[in-house]
């Protein structure tokens, strides 16, 4: 079974700060990764998706990177704004099956 | 509208009561999932459709636990019988049959058993 970790559990940083969010994933043949952030009581919402093929997604403010060989994703938040607070979620898909495995989330809060 | 829609929003049961949810994918994807997230946790998988054909079923999804896609459109997933341990967010999915292609969730049912 896939095992996804996802580290720091919570982060606070100031408005305008850049931050990295970590994703670890123990078994290395996957099928794509997908990030996503959860609002309270929301469901999730999509924010990149990288093929295994792929090393980087970006999208505005958000870039992801993917290396399978050493089982880790990171997300990149440029210039972070307080509308940015939410749950991220990792989530890994692999080669076999169609679920994905999701982390556990990390909280973020972005201080005015 | 383009999004995965699902109702109801939330729901509140007596222990024992039966509960029905429903999820309407976008239209034109053929895959459907429906997940389970408790408090602090990432989603949990529970089942997969392609079109009308259940193809994978999780562990976690007991003899309570039904789920149908009828004509391979909208799913409905039914708890008999429900436990306060079923008290979660159930959340449904849906993509395109196309390989390598990711997810669009719709905002979930919140379930809670008294």
């Known amino acids: 079974k896939q095992e996804v970790t996802q580290i720091p559990a919570a982060l606070s940083v100031p408005e305008g700060e850049n931050l990295v969010l970590n994703c670890s994933f123990t078994d290395s043949a996957i099928y794509n990764l997908q990030w996503f952030r959860q609002d309270p009581g929301k469901g999730l919402t999509s924010l990149l998706l990288i093929q295994s093929s792929q090393r980087e997604q970006t999208s505005g403010r958000l870039n992801a990177s993917l290396d399978k060989s050493s089982g880790r994703s990171t997300l990149y938040i440029a210039a972070s704004q307080p509308g940015d607070s939410a749950t991220y979620l990792c989530a890994v898909r692999l080669g076999t099956g169609n679920q994905f495995y999701f982390g556990t989330g990390t909280s973020l809060t972005v201080i005015p | 509208d383009t999004g995965v829609s699902q109702d109801p929003r939330h729901k509140i049961t007596k222990r024992g009561q039966n509960v029905t949810f429903r999820c309407d994918p976008i239209?034109?994807?053929?895959?459907l999932y429906w997940y389970r997230q408790t408090l602090g946790q990432g989603p949990e998988f529970l089942t997969y459709f392609q079109n009308e054909a259940q193809l994978e079923k999780s562990r976690l999804l007991s003899d309570r636990f039904s789920a149908e896609r009828p004509k391979g459109s909208f799913s409905t997933l039914e708890i008999q019988r429900t436990e306060q341990g079923d008290s979660a967010m159930y959340l449904c999915?849906?993509?395109?049959?196309?390989?390598?292609?990711?997810?669009?969730f719709g905002s979930g049912t919140r379930l809670t058993v008294v």
């Open positions: 999915a849906s993509s395109l049959l196309t390989d390598g292609a990711g997810y669009t």
């Open positions: 239209s034109e994807h053929n895959r």
